[in-house]
């Protein structure tokens, strides 16, 4: 590996290996800065469908932009070595911190989630599929926010069988089912690794182990998760519950988006939450037992002993016995008989096959998505009794309600009901304390129009000390125009004083800021002077300035005083 790549970035040290590339520390000599390379293995260099994820994953990557997805900043080639150039994070992986201090609380561990799952969101908003989320691939900066890695990279070993490699045994502990069963990965199958990280987090070990990555896999396709309240008891069911929606067998019992599941973890340990119970998915399976009706006593009733020959009143008497348990037997059968065909007339069992099936989520999916998911789950969507509406959180086009909600159980073939969102309201936020051109910035786009007038304050000029026509947290139809006045901390008038010329251009700078005054400083143009003019001027002095000296300067939010020196 050479120590230069790309004739900029100095290769320090060799920091760790991946499933397909080498990582190490370099310097990137144009910005002065430490960056982390990865660079594809030599072996798979030549191999033509790993070279083509490589680029392709990487080249994806470049479109994330996230407080918690690491930065890339460069991709190449160079003597036949692929690389990667991205931000370096100084810190620890979120595996070491498992390792080091064993089950985090819960609070620290939602926390560590939100930051989790909003990063996957932003990917999976990008159409870019993580494939491969474990604690390995999350590192921690040292002021606690958290770094995504290796978004997509991991696809180049889909073809590679589960074996004992280290890689292969990092990630199979997060496999989702159906990818274990050989499917493609899906934006469910991220949920699914992502709630095994949380179970991590809050357990400090994997739900499933085994000597090898096969035995591991067959355990995720098969059993359930463990009860995390069994090994904490005093985690709340609501935090529980995220793990067992995100960790659905069915992945359409899973949550629908990231965005879903990132909403149920910021409530998770709400108060209001602290009495709700245990989600529980039932299966095509359940409520499947054959009812079997005991004729045998009907035998027994009926049966006799020898004995002696009764008179003709006792055979009367017997005889009428006799035929009234013979009538309550007979009537007790065509009841039972009644029950089981009414049973079967409801649940459709008749094949031995249950067809009462659940409602699977729809939040958050489009109506073409959620269509495709009720017919997965043997449902249709009644596309005739569609409603739409504004909602707080839920984007356009996407579903922010289903009749009947999710998880109840219906008859094979039922219709089920959606409602539609015609995108967010907006909920006007309180611009008191700002400055004008921060709000300004704030409503850029929108169709909330602005109104201002001054008024005399101690505050800084500029500041917003009242607003009028839309209070805070007003709730407004963003296809509507709509007007918002600000009143604001009056801006300063002054003279601009012909004594800054000549005077050093950060002493004049900071005179002009303490009138009021918002002062930039430029390099005056010396292209229209000639060699000996320009080698004349003063050095580090205010020449020139604009507006001019002696003006009357009136700052306001758009205006500036600008500083030429050479």
């Known amino acids: 590996m050479n120590k230069m790549i790309a004739k900029r970035y100095m290769v320090v040290k060799h920091i760790g290996q991946g499933g397909m590339a080498d ?14 390379v990865k660079v594809l293995r030599g072996e798979l260099s030549n191999d033509p469908v790993a070279l083509l994820r490589f680029q392709r994953e990487a080249n994806a990557s470049t479109a994330l932009s996230h407080p918690n997805i690491v930065d890339i900043y460069d991709v190449g080639e160079e003597n036949g070595y692929h690389y990667i150039v991205m931000e370096y994070v100084r810190g620890k992986d979120l595996k070491q911190l498992i390792a080091q201090r064993g089950a985090l609380c819960k609070e620290e561990a939602v926390a560590i989630m ?3 799952v909003s990063a996957v969101a932003e990917a999976h908003r990008c159409n870019i599929i993580h494939r491969d989320i474990k604690p390995q691939n999350v590192l921690i900066k040292d002021d606690g926010t958290l770094k995504v890695v290796d978004f997509g990279i991991a696809l180049a070993q889909d073809a590679l069988q589960l074996t004992q490699s280290d890689s292969v045994m990092g990630s199979v502990h997060y496999l989702a089912p159906e990818v274990a069963r050989g499917e493609a990965a899906t934006r469910q199958s991220d949920i699914y690794s992502l709630g095994i990280v949380f179970y991590e987090l809050l357990s400090g070990e994997v739900p499933f182990h085994g000597e090898q990555a096969v035995q591991i896999a067959m355990k995720h396709m098969r059993e359930e998760i463990p009860s995390i309240r069994k090994l904490n008891p005093q985690l709340p069911q609501a935090v529980e519950n995220v793990i067992l929606r995100a960790t659905a067998k069915n992945k359409n019992f899973r949550y629908p988006s990231c965005e879903v599941m990132l909403q149920d973890l910021t409530t998770c340990l709400s108060p209001q939450r602290a009495d709700e119970p245990r989600v529980v998915f039932k299966t095509p399976s359940e409520g499947n037992k054959t009812i079997a009706i005991d004729t045998a006593r009907r035998k027994e009733s009926g049966s006799s002993h020898p004995s002696a020959k009764p008179n003709k009143k006792k055979k009367k008497r017997k005889k009428k016995s006799n035929a009234w348990v013979g ?4 009537g007790l059968v065509v009841l039972s008989i009644a029950a089981v065909v009414f049973i079967l007339a409801l649940t459709g069992n008749w094949g031995g096959k249950s067809q009462l099936v659940e409602v699977p989520p729809l939040i958050n999916l489009t109506v073409e998505q959620a269509a495709s998911t009720l017919s997965d789950a043997g449902l249709e ?32 073939g039922s219709q089920v009901k959606i409602k539609v969102s015609l995108g967010r309201y907006v909920v006007v936020e309180n611009y008191v304390g700002m400055k004008i051109s921060e709000a ?6 929108s169709n909330i129009r602005i109104q201002t007038s001054q008024e005399a304050s101690d505050s800084a000029p500029g500041t917003i000390l009242r607003q009028e026509l839309l209070d805070p947290q007003t709730k407004i139809d963003p296809q509507k125009t709509n007007t918002i006045r600000f009143v604001i901390a009056a801006y300063p008038t002054f003279q601009i004083d012909w004594s800054i010329k000549g005077m050093d251009v950060f002493e004049a700078q900071s005179l002009l800021e303490s009138q009021g005054g918002e002062v930039m400083l430029s390099v005056l143009d010396t292209s229209g002077m000639s060699e000996e003019e320009a080698a004349n001027l003063p050095r580090g002095v205010v020449i020139n300035c604009s507006p001019g000296f002696g003006t009357l300067y009136e700052q306001n939010e758009d205006s500036y005083i600008t500083l030429y020196y050479y």
């Open 114 to 116: 939100k930051q989790l």
């Open 327 to 330: 009538l309550l037997i007979t």
């Open 440 to 445: 300004r910035e704030k409503l850029e786009g």
């Open 381 to 412: 969507l009644n596309r005739a009794e569609i409603s739409y509406a504004l909602t707080d959180d839920v984007e356009k086009d996407r579903i922010y309600e289903s009749d009947p909600a999710a998880g109840t159980a219906l008859t094979g």
């Open 23 to 36: 990582v190490y520390v370099a310097v990137d000599t144009l910005l002065n800065r430490e960056v982390a």
